[in-house]
């Protein structure tokens, strides 16, 4: 590393520098399309990416760039500066390009809606502000804070420690792999996986070439599948040559055992609530009976599912046993524990899917599904193309809240049935951080962890929320 970008007293002011001139581009052009004074925006846009690296940067004093440490810390202190930026400049674009959006016309003497006192939005907004600042941001700030120290739950005492427990979550790059090699592995299978999805979801909703008919369903359908399969396992096995063997695997099973979950849940929850919409005799006391395992904590469904799946003594085994001779050892096989861990989840989040299935069920439109029948589409065309596209809004927001509920409160159900095992085959993101943080005592790791699961589901959602809006159907 060239000895300037060691050099403490000379690096903030780089950083500083080539910040202040990203921000003062991005908002240059920003102020030009929207007819703004070009030199206010680049004021403003220089002043703000100059102060955005010292967000993370200062309470860390730059120790990332420091000539002992490894590529891996550099990587991660760039990270973080680009992290910076976007918080510091995204959200200041937006406000000005509505603020520049809703300027008034020449001429224009109205003006909008305002509060007599400055003061009174201040007080209508303090019980909100004054809980997200003690809940919500304060732990948030603090835990960035410990994920920077050696820190232990039984000690006094703590040690600055820079991004260690981020860094060492990485494969040594003695393994035989190099860093950068493993990044751009990873990179490429993802920007690859985005371009043969979109490619195969195009293909879907095409007719054979030369011809004026659609591909079979088991061919449009099909082909994603396999490639969506294909691309997962690449990906992972990228991934765990990127981290650690343990946390690789943990990643792994996070992600499987949330796929399956959020995939069979949804699923299943539709075809029970489309049954359970029919006008049959007793159909209230039918929802409501499919609705109460919400009410229950992930920690029961786990204890109720230990007595189903128990190896030993458990009904399931007695079922199988007495009607094919044969038992399986659910709690006690890495192939199959996850299993039990994914039925249990599917059955404790069901009922929450089924409450809203049913709800959008009553707003889908009697006319469109009675032209359909008149167009000669039968029972299952008329769901595919009409009930499908309507439901979109309801299984977005499902599948937004069964992703939230597989990362983070799958928890109690996997201690309860499994405690991670057997051989760690259960062991997801969130119990690996309790097992650091609680068992093991090592709340500094546990605490970057967590940081690590936070940001991997806000940009799952945040990909949800922008790949989302063209599948998505809001109205007739």
């Known amino acids: 590393m060239p000895s300037f970008l ?46 955005a690296p010292v967000l993370f940067m200062l309470p860390l004093n730059y120790c990332t760039f420091e000539a002992e440490r490894d590529p891996a810390d550099v990587l991660f202190g760039l990270v973080l500066i680009v ?19 809703n300027a008034p016309l020449a001429g224009d003497t109205t003006s909008p809606g305002a509060f007599k006192s400055r003061l009174l939005p201040l007080f209508l907004l303090a ?45 040594d790059p003695g393994d035989g792999q190099s860093l950068l090699t493993l990044i751009g592995i990873a990179v490429g299978l993802l920007i690859a996986g985005v371009l043969v999805l979109r490619f195969a979801a195009h293909f879907t909703d095409q007719p054979l070439i030369g011809t004026k ?34 946390y690789g695997r943990s990643l792994l099973v996070t992600f499987g055992i949330s796929i399956a979950i959020v995939v069979i849940g949804l699923s299943l929850s539709l075809l029970i609530a489309t049954m359970a919409y029919q006008p049959i005799t007793g159909a209230k006391i039918y ?37 094919f001779g044969f038992t399986i050892p659910w709690l006690n096989d890495p192939a199959a524990a996850p299993w039990a861990i ?5 059955w404790k989040s069901m009922g929450f899917n089924i409450l809203f299935y049913l709800a959008g069920l009553q707003n889908v439109p009697k006319d469109l599904l009675e032209a359909g029948g008149i167009d000669g589409a039968n ?45 760690n085959s259960t062991s997801t993101l969130m119990y690996e951080i309790y097992e650091i943080g609680i068992q093991n005592s090592d709340l500094g790791k546990a605490a970057a962890q967590s940081i690590i699961l936070f940001v991997m589901v806000i940009g799952l959602t945040v990909i949800q929320f922008r790949s989302a809006d063209s599948r998505v159907t809001y109205g007739a």
Do not use: K
């Open 287 to 323: 929802r409501t009976l499919l609705i109460w395992p919400y009410a229950i904590s992930p920690v029961v469904a786990g204890a109720i599912f230990l007595l189903l799946f128990n190896p030993s003594g458990g009904i399931i085994n007695y079922f199988l046993r007495g009607a």
């Open 83 to 101: 992290v910076g930026l976007a918080i510091v400049l995204l959200p200041l674009r937006w406000i000005v390009s509505r603020l520049l959006q």
């Open 213 to 246: 008919r659609r591909a079979p369903v088991a061919l449009r359908y099909g082909v994603p599948l396999i490639i969506g399969v294909v691309l997962y396992s690449l990906l992972f096995d990228a991934a765990s040559g990127f981290f650690s063997e343990d």
């Open 127 to 171: 019980p909100t502000l004054i809980i997200l600042a003690l809940f919500l941001y304060y732990p948030s700030l603090e835990t960035f804070r410990l994920s920077t120290l050696l820190a232990r739950l039984d000690a006094r005492r703590t040690a600055f420690i820079c991004v260690d427990n981020f860094t060492r979550l990485l494969r």
């Open 6 to 51: 060691t050099d403490l007293t000379v690096l903030p002011i780089l950083i500083s520098a080539v910040a202040a001139i990203i921000g003062a581009a991005l908002f240059y052009v920003t102020y030009r399309r929207l007819h703004g004074n070009p030199l206010v925006g680049i004021a403003l846009g220089g002043v703000a990416g100059a102060v």
């Open 379 to 423: 029972a299952f065309q008329r769901f595919r193309h009409i009930v499908i596209p309507m439901l979109s809004p309801i299984t977005f927001f499902l599948i937004i809240t069964n992703m939230t509920y597989a990362f983070f409160e799958s928890f109690g159900t996997v201690d309860t049935l499994t405690n991670g095992g057997p051989l």
């Open 342 to 346: 994914i039925l249990a989840s599917v």
